[in-house]
């Protein structure tokens, strides 16, 4: 069973860049088909799925964020990062590190990481 383990500050400066790094245990992140993503949910809010990173290094965002997300991969450590561009308080959340095979459902979650973006 992969496990996923999400790692970063808490605290995050307006305009500031957010960096948060996943850590992946039994199982590569290279692994054929296997996709690895970032969800965050907002409080009160539902979860928004943020971008992933295929086992091929192919990496997709949402629409919605795409213009200041950047996601990459550390083979060599089995990880993966997310890093959130010119941050506001609308980016207060909870944020998960997932994993998902291709055409299946989300699968392992890591516990989640609270950031909150505050001056």
């Known amino acids: 069973q992969v496990q996923l383990q999400e790692s970063g500050p808490g605290l995050v400066k307006p305009s500031q860049t957010l960096s948060l790094t996943c850590t992946v245990s039994?199982?590569?992140?290279?692994?054929?088909?296997?996709?690895w993503s970032w969800i965050r949910q907002p409080p009160g809010k539902g979860l928004e799925w943020i971008g992933m990173?295929?086992?091929?290094?192919?990496?997709y965002y949402s629409p919605s964020l795409k213009s200041h997300t950047s996601i990459s991969r550390d083979t060599s450590k089995n990880q993966f990062t997310l890093q959130l561009n010119s941050v506001t308080p609308e980016d207060t959340a909870v944020y998960y590190c997932?994993?998902?095979?291709?055409?299946?459902?989300?699968?392992?979650w890591g516990q989640g990481t609270q950031v909150i973006v505050s001056s």
């Open positions: 997932v994993s998902q095979v291709a055409g299946g459902d989300f699968g392992s």
């Open positions: 039994g199982g590569s992140i290279t692994t054929n088909n296997y996709y």
């Open positions: 990173i295929g086992y091929s290094g192919s990496t």
